[in-house]
């Protein structure tokens, strides 16, 4: 129940209040589709959902622009704004998700978390959607952890706070089974998505010095 699926005060369809914070909202909402948040910066690729800023996250951001918003006025997304950025069921869309991760990464300060959610690859719904261009599965998330030297990220990363996978009924009821969940999570239609809470750290010297070894 850390962010309660990473959603709080939803506002599905309907403009958010007006609320004022000195430099902007702590919270970031990426993807928010109609999921408006009054405590979050709520952010869309679509004009069309009325969040608060229309922009591309899979594209390289530039954090010095300022950007008008009728909430909060102007803001800047400088590196390390938020404290938690929500990024539900938007992975799976996005066409770069290295540039996404990153863009991620770099907006929030240190100890801040990523909340996500994405379809798993045995999902029914991972590829019924025809915008979706990929799937996940329950080591996705490793590049961007234990692995980030893979992607040059040599002085900051994640670190997995929780991943959960979500049970279609059938992968609940061969629980009850007791079916081992490792048998499960490779049967075709019994999980259908997963939730994951990572959080921002500054690498070890140790994965520096083996991130400058390594290049």
């Not at 909202?25 to 952010?43: I, Q, R, S, V, W």
Request: net charge neutral; hydrophobic share 35%.
């Amino acid at each position: 129940q850390l962010y309660q699926n990473g959603l709080k005060k939803k506002t599905v369809g309907k403009k958010c209040r007006a609320t004022s914070w000195p430099k902007g909202p702590a919270m970031l909402n990426a993807g928010c589709g109609t999921n408006l948040l009054d405590d979050h910066l709520n952010l869309d690729i679509q004009a069309s959902v009325t969040p608060d800023l229309v922009l591309d996250l899979s594209k390289p951001l530039d954090f010095e622009a300022t950007h008008e918003t009728k909430r909060f006025g102007p803001i800047t997304l400088e590196r390390g704004s938020f404290s938690h950025i929500t990024a539900n069921e938007i992975l799976e869309h996005v066409r770069d998700l290295v540039q996404t991760m990153c863009n991620f990464r770099d907006l929030l300060s240190t100890g801040g978390t990523l909340y996500y959610k994405v379809p798993h690859e045995m999902s029914t719904g991972g590829w019924q959607d025809p915008t979706h261009v990929r799937v996940f599965n329950e080591i996705s998330v490793l590049y961007f952890t234990k692995a980030a030297d893979y992607l040059n990220w040599r002085n900051e990363r994640f670190e997995l706070v929780t991943q959960r996978l979500l049970f279609t009924p059938y992968g609940k009821e061969l629980q009850r089974q007791g079916i081992p969940e490792e048998t499960i999570v490779r049967t075709p239609r019994a999980i259908e998505n997963i939730e994951v809470i990572l959080k921002k750290r500054d690498a070890t010297d140790d994965e520096k010095h083996a991130f400058d070894i390594l290049r």
